[in-house]
């Protein structure tokens, strides 16, 4: 279970064996401990010390977020740290072959899965139709390219354990977690923009669920709709999915997540890129390709 707290002045206490969740006084909700995978709190609420020793002891990943939804840092329990490992990453990172072959297969996923999308929701629609025609030429360019950075150009065109800042296709820069940014990459399309579409053609969106700041001239979804969006969010990582080749029986997308991070680590510890291609080529056009 994921427990998303983002009422302000809200507060996490511990109560015997659940997490108790309040607001001046009043109970807003409760759950077990046991049952927690991870807790996502917002800025403007608070954990007591008992439940932060909870966390680190269970190993629960506990996230901080701003008001607006922006990542600002993980807790992590040392227990779950691995030196060696990370060390290898490192190393890997140096390795320019397996950078670019394991890039390769992520940037054809990712194009393969944008393409659905725009398949799944337009319409015999011209600009659309352009749109595709232009994933399939930078999808055929990919095996050509011989260095990373112009990998990269081409796809602007178109675990515990691991080092969350150490990519391979993205690469290393202050403040940015690459290997978060290369492991989101296949999945945008199939979770992430498949789900925003999908919402607003429903008639989810009003325009009156929208706010305006003007200080940084951004739009931002207000506290009531954000956290019904968070919800339709949890749903969709929760559902189950077919397209995952090796695997004989439909999982959660979020167990999918895992999965993918998994073989991320085996790919880093056989120095062997091909762990991750597994069905690129067998799955048909109007499926998604998951290269996990």
């Known amino acids: 279970m994921v427990l998303y707290v983002t009422e302000p002045g809200a507060s996490i206490n511990k109560d015997g064996g659940k997490f108790v969740v309040s607001k001046d006084n009043i109970k807003l909700t409760e759950v077990p401990i046991n ?21 680190i002891n269970k190993g629960i990943s506990l996230t901080y977020i701003s008001h607006s939804g922006k990542y600002m840092g993980k807790l992590d329990s040392v227990h779950f740290y691995n030196v ?23 940037i054809k996923a990712k194009i ?13 629609d011209l600009v659309i139709d352009s749109l595709i025609a232009k994933m399939d030429y930078s999808r055929s360019s990919i095996d050509k390219v011989k260095k990373l950075d112009v990998l990269l150009g081409v796809e602007g065109n178109a675990a515990k354990g691991l080092h969350p800042y150490v990519g391979f296709m993205h690469r290393i820069k202050n403040g940015h977690a690459a ?11 199939y979770i992430v923009d498949d789900l925003v579409i999908t919402l607003f053609n429903s008639g989810f969106f009003t325009k009156e669920d929208f706010d305006f700041n003007k200080d940084n001239k951004a739009v931002y979804l207000n506290k009531e709709k954000s956290k019904k969006f968070i919800k339709e969010f949890e749903n969709k990582l929760m559902r189950n999915t077919s397209y995952i080749k090796d695997i004989d029986k439909p999982i959660s997308n979020r167990e999918a997540i895992i999965y993918q991070v998994n073989l ?14 597994f069905g ?8 998604f390709v998951l290269i996990i």
């Open 35 to 55: 049952s927690m995978e991870s807790i996502v709190l917002s800025s403007s609420c608070n954990i007591t010390t008992k439940c932060v020793n909870e966390v």
């Open 264 to 277: 991320y680590t085996k790919a880093l510890n056989e120095n062997n890129d091909e762990i991750l291609c």
């Open 84 to 106: 060696e490992r990370q060390m290898l990453q490192f190393n890997q990172y140096q390795n320019e072959i397996f950078s670019l072959n394991l890039a390769k297969k992520v």
């Open 280 to 287: 690129l080529n067998q799955l048909q056009e109007d499926n």
């Open 112 to 124: 393969k899965n944008s393409k659905v999308i725009l398949k799944r929701h337009s319409k015999d």
């Open 179 to 189: 290997l978060a940014s290369d492991l989101m990459e296949e999945w945008r399309a």
